[in-house]
């Protein structure tokens, strides 16, 4: 399925280019937090600790970006809320007319794998869209769903670096973009992309870890009180 020009529309709507630069820089400082985090704790200096930096980088990722719009160097509304399925939570950012979930992917085309913490909600927003379409031309459809889905995907380099930013709107129910906005690309046709120091700030490794400690001491509790 091509991508759509309205749909790219209604993406930057909700995620103007104003915001790009900013959110590299959320995006790249949350990389370089988790893995100055995972590096400087010797328990998890091993094979299962491994398996756990993914999953750091994308808390630190989310922490960021809900830092920066809380702050107003983000345009956008976001919330830690819980996924559908199972213990896990995830962030929600919300633009003008559409709302986006954090994910990783293999390569900017790609599409989320699909696991408890990356669940995949898109059939219960994006199919009214399609039912819309079927009777009426995609503007008027898109003026009357309340809100367009899309994914903020990213992948990290092994040097730390982010080497894919996009908002990827999915079609409703195939493994193809309606619309797709590569955001490295288009800082770069604007001029460079902005230098972030790969030496985190003390305090936001302090903020993040205590955060992370947080965040468990929550979870623990719940299970707790689910027993």
Not at 194 to 216: G, H, N
Request: proline residues 8%.
């Amino acid at each position: 399925m091509p991508i759509i020009p309205a749909i790219q529309d209604r993406l930057r709507l909700g995620f103007p280019k104003s915001g790009d630069e900013p959110l590299y820089r959320a995006v790249q400082q949350g990389c370089y937090l988790a893995d100055h985090l995972f590096e400087g704790e010797p328990f998890l200096a091993n094979l299962l600790g491994q398996d756990l930096r993914g999953h750091l980088r994308r808390v630190a990722i989310s922490y960021q970006i809900d830092r920066y719009c809380n702050l107003g160097d983000l345009p956008w509304s976001t919330e830690m809320k819980p996924m559908p399925k199972g213990p896990w939570h995830w962030l929600e950012i919300k633009g003008t007319g559409s709302v986006a979930h954090v994910c990783r992917t293999e390569d900017k085309y790609a599409f989320p794998e699909l696991a408890d913490s990356r669940q995949d909600i898109r059939l219960e927003l994006q199919t009214d869209l399609f039912n819309w379409m079927d009777r009426k031309p995609i503007v008027t459809a898109l003026e009357d769903i309340p809100r367009l889905y899309a994914w903020l995907t990213f992948g990290v380099a092994q040097d730390g670096q982010v080497s894919h930013l996009c908002w990827a709107s999915p079609a409703p129910a195939s493994d193809d973009y309606i619309g797709h906005i590569d955001i490295l690309d288009e800082i770069r046709r604007s001029g460079e992309t902005p230098p972030v120091s790969p030496r985190p700030d003390p305090r936001d490794k302090l903020r993040l870890k205590d955060f992370v400690a947080e965040s468990l001491i929550k979870k623990t509790d719940q299970a707790s009180s689910d027993e």
